[in-house]
């Protein structure tokens, strides 16, 4: 149990007492991250190029504290993950009988700061050698945890802790598990941002803890890591190289990541209503249909790659873009055969075939078994929720591999 369970009676705000007073279901929907100070503008800047890292350090206001501060970081939202309980509370989560860890989701720009480096700071913020918890805070809860989200994290991963391992700094072996990523759940609302908004509270839970005397111990004047753009990184924290590889290529080279919408983690709905148009959110998230015609690539007809508005993950070519007379863009398929997910919509009168998103999961459309040869069909898509890489930007843009689909 969170050592302010123990404290409650002498330190108001503490984690029970703020739960007892809280909603009993999570914000799942996102909000949680816009309700608290700060935390709206900070995330408002996402965008489909960021990248995301997704971290167990025993107390998730802890953890989130110190890897706010990292250049680079865009936002860091605490939640839960690890566990098959859906839509998890504090409460159940805190009983350790969920499986779930309290976690971190870390947004950051690749470019500014590399993976390696967000892992280097975590792991000199807990104590990678404790299985059964973090410091004062005991149970499977707290445990520590690397969730990877691809095979290249998985690799960078493992060298950072056969690093941290080599470094002798830790008497006792290096317990901290590399596990797959599966979901995340938004920690309710008056746990994101903790430490900014109860600072006495969170300043007092961390006194006593224990985490810093032992961060202190183990790591002196060097507690912090690193902190330098990825250019001057050096082998110690390797650098995000901008995506030039497409999915059949991608992550073959320890040097490179892999394209941006490979390991991207969509955002809250609460931080894409701020970063997207108004059209696009209604459409991407919402369902929505913009208005035949009047929008930017019904009669575009320049050559080049058509992606996901939110991920960035390439959906439809130029190629194979017809002139449906619908007044929306129109493709007789996608660019692989496993770009989009397909379901069955009920939504109106009659039974049609959605076309959404597979990595984002944003919905793009319909698909119609009208179009012409050699497919027969019109995936029939809302502009706006697409964003067009002219042909000659693919390289640049990171989409290399597909400039041979689009010739």
């Known amino acids: ?24 279901k999570p914000d799942n929907s996102g909000a949680a991250q816009a309700a608290v100070s700060g935390k709206e503008d900070t995330m408002s800047s996402l965008t489909a190029t960021q990248a995301v890292a ?7 206001w802890c953890v989130e504290a110190d890897l706010e501060k990292l250049p680079g970081v865009t936002a860091v939202v ?21 499986g779930h860890y309290e976690a971190v989701q870390v947004f950051f720009d690749p470019s500014r700061t590399s993976y390696r480096q967000v892992l280097d700071v975590f792991l000199r913020h807990i104590d990678p050698t404790d299985a059964g918890g973090q410091f004062a805070d005991r149970g499977r809860q707290y445990r520590t945890a690397i969730f990877v989200h691809d095979d290249a994290q998985k690799r960078t991963a493992k060298e950072a802790l056969a690093d941290l391992t ?57 507690e912090a890591a690193p902190t330098a753009s990825p250019a001057d990184a050096g082998s110690a924290a390797p650098t995000a190289t901008p995506p030039t590889a497409g999915p059949e ?67 439809f070519s130029s190629r194979d873009k017809f002139d449906s007379g619908t007044g929306w863009p129109s493709f007789t398929r996608p660019i692989r055969p496993d770009a989009v997910v397909e379901r069955v919509d009920k939504s109106l009168f009659s039974t049609r075939t959605e076309v959404r ?36 930007d693919l390289e640049a843009a990171g989409y290399g591999a597909y400039v041979k689909d689009i010739q």
Not at 1 to 24: E, K, S, V, W
Not at 54 to 60: D, I, N, Q
């Open 54 to 60: 997704t971290l167990a350090g025993g107390c998730f």
């Open 78 to 98: 605490s939640g839960y993950t690890g566990g098959t309980e859906q839509n998890p509370t504090y409460e159940q989560v805190s009983s350790g009988a969920t």
């Open 357 to 392: 998103s597979r990595v984002a999961d944003s919905h793009l459309g319909h698909v119609f078994p009208d179009g012409p040869k050699p497919t027969g069909l019109r995936y029939c898509m809302n502009s706006a929720a697409l964003r067009f890489v002219p042909a000659k």
């Open 1 to 24: 149990m969170r050592l302010l369970a123990l404290l409650a009676l002498t330190l108001a705000g503490a984690c029970l007492a703020a739960q007892a007073a809280a909603p009993d």
């Open 249 to 315: 290529t991608s992550g073959t080279t320890p040097a490179q990541t892999p394209p941006a919408w490979q390991t991207f983690t969509r955002p809250p709905d609460s931080v894409l209503r701020t970063t997207l148009s108004p059209i696009a959110f209604e459409v991407t998230r919402q369902n929505g249909t913009e208005r035949p015609f009047d929008n930017p690539y019904a009669d575009n007809k320049a050559p080049g790659l058509y992606v996901d508005v939110v991920s960035g993950e390439p959906l």
């Open 166 to 222: 080599a470094s002798g700094r830790f008497k006792n072996p290096v317990v901290t598990p590399i596990l797959p990523f599966t979901f995340f759940t938004n920690a309710e609302s008056y746990h994101q941002d903790y430490w900014r908004t109860h600072t006495l509270q969170y300043k007092t839970y961390r006194s006593f803890s224990g985490r810093d005397q032992f961060l202190a111990k183990i790591w002196g004047k060097d």
